[in-house]
């Protein structure tokens, strides 16, 4: 009985995982998008987990996504993290 009901958790447990994975893929293709159309100017020279890293911290999480980008944009030029076009 155990082992058919663990079974089924395992499974719920990796489609909440997938959901979530897809979700948060989703609103980093998103954010990518905007700040490439937005700020064509500027070309990040961090990795992908790096721009995780930065979209996750509790200050930023909460904002609208303009204001992430403005803030990831003022964040690269401080640390020359970007190539910036003329």
């Known amino acids: 009985m155990f082992g058919r009901f663990s079974?089924?958790?395992?499974?719920?447990?990796?489609k909440i995982n997938l959901a979530y994975t897809q979700t948060?893929?989703?609103?980093?293709?998103?954010?990518?998008i905007y700040f490439r159309d937005n700020f064509s100017h500027i070309t990040p020279q961090i990795s992908s987990k790096e721009i995780e890293d930065f979209l996750s911290q509790d200050h930023i999480k909460g904002k609208e996504l303009h204001q992430k980008a403005d803030l990831f944009a003022d964040f690269l030029l401080s640390q020359d993290l970007a190539l910036v076009q003329e």
Request: hydrophobic share 35%.
């Open 24 to 32: 948060h893929e989703n609103r980093m293709k998103t954010f990518m």
């Open 7 to 14: 079974r089924f958790a395992l499974n719920t447990n990796q």
